[in-house]
């Protein structure tokens, strides 16, 4: 493993899914790289192509789709084009992913126990006594009380909140060094939402593994992340540090996107909204996919604009972006 | 798990006497059996007093009564014609046709899982759309022709297999059965290829649906997202949720096996149950019936029986569910 290379880096990813109807590019030229102890925000609306990111990372997209182009870098190894071993070997073991809704991912007929247990033994060769010990402690470390008990217990024996941690210690069994989590807090309480935001953090920082922390709510990402990369039809068309872009959005899809965010300031005033809808990907029109509810839409993004950086340590795709305003 | 046995074991019994007052009363009403047992030359004080030795002079809730009582006593009357208790009679034959059925649903989950299975991962290949077509052949080819057929060809053109009987039989637990010999295995191949190939199909396409259902949810993708190579993703969290529906169908179809088996034992002439209640349905044998139906019931009780305990043996939500109720 190189000591300085990022824990991942991906670099113009382009997964396209092809349907009868026609090509829909999901991921169409996506970028960005995550060191290690870093945790990056992947912010989007539904449909803009954030989890098929995640799932290409992982070599996990279904037919129709395929990843099509593109680089990825997992700690200096290209692994865009490793084989399927390779990638079973990676896989819950090196990198780990935590998926959206808890209720969903573990096997409702197999014991918690068997599910872990599987994992470990997948990628090391211990014996079941040492891989459910192993389990055992992950259960303790995301904070599930009496994680010996709960090994023999069934999903459903289990609230969503704390089918996530199982889920979270799945991901934890074999200490990857990097975790993709694809909006894994949207479907619980904000207090339970809370307790494992905070988990995810002390393990990114304790153990210096990298994150990658899928989301459509800016609010869960604000505290977390170290930096943040906002993903619209496929492409990404904002990335920096996470306080820059909060505080100053240069791209006015950003821009809108935190002003969608319900503030306690403007009571009674109504709630803002971008005009108009997410565009459909299939045959996506050339030049920028926003202009059509783009306040500040001009002739010139007819065509696709390619990144630039009109701030220092920001990557914006944009013509006319709100530069002014980041000054 | 007890208390949820003993629930189904009193609903079970509840099951069997509503099943004995249909079945009592709908074959008497069915013809008269003294048509048919006393000889029309008899003048009328024979009549009467064969009538009364089969005790059919008393009114009807009466011979209900008696017939349960005796029910109890584990005597189900006795046949009129072959004038031996057909509780007797049925259990003799029951070996040869629960031999024929076992084997039949054997086969039928044997070939139908993995085939259901592979039609399911890959549906979009050659192999899977001709699984799937022949599986639509194994429903829709009425059993007695394809029984005929086989006979046809594997028996009469091919000389291969024989066409009737058991064959050789040996005792296992006093049970004489054909499939331990290489010549009853011989008889016994045909006749239960002939019974197994709708089940076959129904496994096939149940095991198929459920493959193709489960493999889309998220909990294979996140096993998948654990590094599990792909054999373990099939052959336990794929195969183990698809179990469900397929034990519970060939469960409550395994009695359809044992109903199915009177055409099958007909066209290849296997002295089992279903050639017996035939010969006593022809010959207004009302005892017979009604014992065979009863036994019947009883077996469709104690099979949903097991196959209730099983489904909660594979699926722990069915467990926890019927515990606390």
Known sequence: ?????????????ETHFFTKAGVVKAVDGVGFSVERAQILGLVGESGSGKSVTGFSILGLVDPPGRVVGGRIEFMGEDIANADEARMQSLRGNRIAMIFQDPMMTLNPVLRIETQMVETVLAHRKVDRAAAR????????????????????????????????????????LNDPDLIIADEPTTALDVTIQAQILHEAQKLCRERGTAMIWITHDLTVIAGLADKVSVMYAGRIVEAGAIDDVLDHPVHPYTKGLIGSVPSRNKRGAPLYQIPGMTPALLNLAPGCAFRERCPRAAPACLEQPAPSEPVPGRSVRCFRPYVEAAS | MSAFVIRRLMQSIAVVMVMS??????????????????????DQADIEAAIKALGLDRPAHEQYWYFLVNAFKGDLGSSFIFGQPALQLIVQRM????????????LSVLFGIPLGVYAGLRPDTLTAKTIMSGSILGFSLPTFWVGLMMIMVFAVMLGWLPSTGRGETVLLFGVPVSFLTLDGLRHLLLPAVNLALFKMSLVTRLARAGTREVVH????????????????????????NIMIPVVTVIGLEFGGLIAFSVVT????????MGKLIIESIQNLDRPVIVAYLMITVLMFVFINLVVDVLYSVLDPRVRLRDMRA
């Open chain 2, 95 to 106: 070996p040869a046709t629960l031999e024929l059925a076992f084997s039949a649903l054997f």
């Open chain 2, 217 to 240: 949810q998220d909990y294979i993708k996140f096993a998948r997202a654990k590094g599990l190579s792909p054999r373990r993703v099939v052959l336990v969290h794929v195969l183990k």
């Open chain 1, 133 to 172: 010990a192993r389990a055992r402690d992950a259960l303790g470390q995301v904070g599930i009380p009496s994680p010996d008990e709960r090994l023999a217990a069934y999903p459903h024996q289990f609230s969503g909140g704390m089918r996530q941690r199982v889920a979270i210690a799945i991901a934890l």
């Open chain 2, 21 to 42: 007052l249909i079945v009592f009363f709908g074959v008497n009403i069915v013809g008269d059996p003294v048509d048919m047992l006393i000889n029309p030359e008899a």
């Open chain 2, 265 to 272: 034992e007909s066209v290849f002439a296997w002295p089992g």
């Open chain 1, 1 to 13: 493993m190189g000591t300085d290379a990022p824990a991942l880096k991906v670099e113009n990813l």
